[in-house]
């Protein structure tokens, strides 16, 4: 079986899966430090606990991208890590593209040697940092995580790089903040909308009000008027009255 198996085969058996191959688990169970995985009816596998986020949910049923490392006999188990994560290097998991944890242990021509593991490793000048180091001499002694981009188990060569990791650090960083800004820029846009609407429902009860105001005043004014022409009357029907007893006084 080659790298790229990404979905569970009803007829894989952990025992025929080589080293490096990637694979999509379901998570069947937890134990201590380890989170159980089903591949089909005929494989399962362990990954490292410690490998998932605190915060992340490992519930029954949730889907797990992995790259086997090896096969347990005595288990009957995969031995799998995360995709991505840091995995410890053998000759029997090295995959290119792996991700690995390694010391610098020399500084040679054109680079620095490292350990990964008991593996012995080379690591190009240009490829220990996205900009180029002046001295790599200062990284003698430091774990780092590096990624393997060449190898050969007959002539026990292997090739790694920082920069590949780091570039890919970087281009996920700027892709994660891409996100962020977009969602924050739909929540700018919603929060806009909503004051505009809140501005335009405020208008129109501002209108509404003056409405029911000027119809108040209207009629005050028109039982105004009518009181008026019935104190006018009133007033003229008095003047007569008054005007009449004189006469006849």
Known sequence: LGAGITQADPGLTADSVEPGTELTGTVVGISGDDVFLEF????????PKSQFGKKEVLDRGRRVDVVVERYDAESGLLIVSRKGAVQRATWANLTKGQIVQGRVTGVVKGGLEMSLSGIRAFMP??????????DVSVLL???????IIEFDRRAKNVLVSRRRLLEKQRTEAKEKLKAELEVAQVRQEGHQAAQAEGSRILSLAREAAQADFEAAIAELRQQIGEAGAELEVAADGLARQISQRLING
Do not use: R, T, W, Y
């Not at 000048?125 to 002046?134: F, L, N, T, W």
């Not at 002694?141 to 990624?147: A, F, M, T, Y």
């Open 40 to 47: 089909g009816p005929k494989s399962q596998g362990s990954v």
């Open 125 to 134: 000048a240009s490829q220990v940092d996205i900009a180029p180091m002046k």
């Open 141 to 147: 002694n430091e774990s780092l995580e590096v990624e």
